[in-house]
């Protein structure tokens, strides 16, 4: 296992309104992530995720190449310090 990180990310495209945020709790799920996703009014996608610096690249590869109707156009990733503040991944609303 490699060191435990935190990622800020922000993808942009069509990523809204195609079941974007419920692949991103399936995939994080899986590669068990802690965190959680958002729609931003702006029409991208928020996601906070934290966990195992490999399983964070492995999602934010699946990210890049999104679900099957998604087209992402850009993906942001700003790495913070790992802070522990989640016990699942979910889906949120805006804040």
């Known amino acids: 296992m490699g060191q435990s990180k935190r ?3 922000v993808i942009s495209g069509r ?3 195609i079941g974007f945020r419920y692949y991103a709790r399936s995939w994080a799920t899986s590669l068990s992530l802690t965190g959680w ?3 931003r009014p702006s ?3 928020e996601v906070v995720v934290e966990g195992d610096e490999t399983a ?3 999602l934010i590869r ?3 190449e999104g679900p099957p109707l998604a087209q992402v156009d850009a993906l942001d990733v700003e790495w913070e310090a790992y802070l522990g503040d989640f016990a ?3 889906i949120v609303r805006y804040r």
Request: net charge positive.
């Open 37 to 39: 996703v958002q729609n």
């Open 62 to 64: 699946r990210m890049k």
């Open 7 to 9: 990622a800020h990310i």
């Open 43 to 45: 029409g991208q996608v």
């Open 56 to 58: 964070l690249l492995d």
């Open 15 to 17: 990523v809204q309104g």
């Open 88 to 90: 699942d991944f979910r």
